[in-house]
């Protein structure tokens, strides 16, 4: 009973895996949302007031209050990964141990960029977009608020922030409701959110001067710049580093994920130097057709990995390794789970058979079976961890068919997520 358990969780986990990355996530809108209050408050106790001139003591004391909370959470937090996460690297472990590998897997490294270097484009391109509407768009906040309020203090300014924040939180946690629907799930999440952000850029943009008006103007720039923050969370800040990491088997997925995330940083850079040579409304020019380069690149490189067992991309990985790429038939080459270069262009969905693919799956099942019985000899637990226990009927299924010489069609086995499976000779 506990192996079938325990398949249960590998399940759930699979069909909540996006929700529950998401919710990590929301404490990057939670951490903005805190940091801000606490500034607000720390200036407000350090000064005495909210108005202008700020004292030299008080912005010191309000600077070092600040980080002085966030290194007692990152101490907290390096704690925790150290000492509390068991087990971490498990998957990866077990992806060497699969492919015959014990140090850092440079084969895979050098074939990821011939075999998937159209995903690289994808996610790395997707990102560098993102930071830059994101990291961009809060460059530019201070211009915002003096629109609205062209008197306004540094709490002032500080108080929109925090607003803004808060309009944020509420994308964040969509993103969590809506990321693993297969209807909606990463792919549209993503492409939707581009879309629209792309939308009230260009609003923004080509209206600038309008919106600037006292009244209605006003706050309809108010309304258009926070739906943006909105979209933004309920849309690729959500969606690029996660897809990021699920796009890519095990033994290069860190790698794969760094490189995405260093060109996002340089997205978040970008805006950063440009924007000291540029005017407000050429800003807005500017960061507009980031949202149309993102939609674009999402449309075609990028695919889609709801409810896609990640087990699959090292199933896939191992033959294409060893150079068998058509001998795989499962879900990883799936139409639904491929980009539209690799559906259309590459075709490589012309494998895909699902007959075939479960008569391999109870294969391995076999294979792992086997394994089971002499698992009490190995001492890497990650990697026993990983591996998981097998279901009592699949050990009920192999230990009939190996004590009584039993024919397939006596018996059946039900694989994860699938209806139970008849075997046929």
């Not at 407000?44 to 004292?55: D, E, I, K, Q």
């Not at 002085?68 to 971490?88: D, E, M, N, P, S």
């Not at 608020?145 to 300014?157: E, F, H, M, N, Q």
């Not at 192999?398 to 006596?410: A, N, V, Y």
């Amino acid at each position: 009973m506990e192996g079938h358990h325990g398949h249960e969780a590998a399940l759930r986990d699979r069909v909540h895996r996006g929700r529950n990355v998401i919710l990590a996530f929301t404490m990057q809108g939670w951490g903005q949302f805190f940091n801000q209050g606490i500034l607000i408050l720390c200036l407000l106790v350090f000064h005495g007031g909210s108005t202008p001139p700020y004292g030299e003591v008080s912005a010191q004391w309000t600077f070092r209050v600040s980080f002085a909370f966030v290194g007692i959470v990152t101490l907290y937090l390096i704690y925790h990964r150290v000492y509390q996460l068991k087990f971490a690297n498990a998957e990866l472990k077990l992806s060497k141990k699969n492919n015959n590998v014990t140090g850092y897997d440079v084969k895979s490294l050098k074939l990821v960029l011939g075999h998937y270097w159209h995903r690289l484009v994808g996610t790395a391109g997707n990102w560098f977009c993102n930071d830059f509407f994101f990291y961009g768009a809060k460059i530019f906040s201070s211009t915002f608020i003096k629109v609205l309020d062209p008197t306004a203090t540094v709490v002032t300014g500080w108080n929109w922030n925090l607003l803004n924040v808060g309009v944020s939180l509420v994308g964040y946690y969509m993103a969590a409701l809506l990321i693993d629907h297969r209807f909606y799930g990463r792919l549209r999440m993503q492409a939707i959110g581009f879309l629209i952000i792309f939308i009230i850029f260009v609003i923004c943009a080509f209206k600038f001067d309008e919106l600037q008006k006292p009244g209605a103007p006003v706050k309809t720039f108010t309304f258009l710049y926070m739906f943006a923050s909105f979209w933004q969370q309920l849309g690729p800040n959500a969606t690029t580093f996660l897809l990021a990491a699920e796009l890519y088997p095990a033994p290069i997925r860190a790698t794969a994920h760094g490189f995405s995330a260093a060109c996002g940083k340089l997205g978040a850079l970008a805006p950063a130097v440009l924007y000291n040579y540029i005017s407000n409304q050429t800003k807005f020019y500017v960061v507009t057709w980031f949202g149309l380069a993102g939609l674009i690149l999402t449309w075609i490189f990028v695919a889609d990995t709801t409810g896609l067992d990640l087990r699959e991309q090292e199933r896939y990985w191992v033959l294409v390794r060893q150079g068998r790429v058509q001998d795989y038939h499962g879900m990883a080459i799936h139409p639904r789970h491929l980009s539209f270069y690799e559906h259309y262009v590459l075709k490589r969905d012309r494998y895909y058979d699902p007959v075939l693919d479960r008569q391999q799956k109870i294969d391995e099942l076999r294979k792992r079976y086997e394994d089971s019985l002499a698992s009490d000899d190995d001492d890497d637990h990650e990697v026993k961890h990983a591996q998981g226990d097998l279901p009592e009927n699949v050990h009920r299924y192999f230990r009939l068919e190996k004590e009584r010489g039993l024919s397939p069609t006596q018996s059946k086995i039900k694989l994860d997520g699938e209806k139970t499976l008849e075997v046929s000779d």
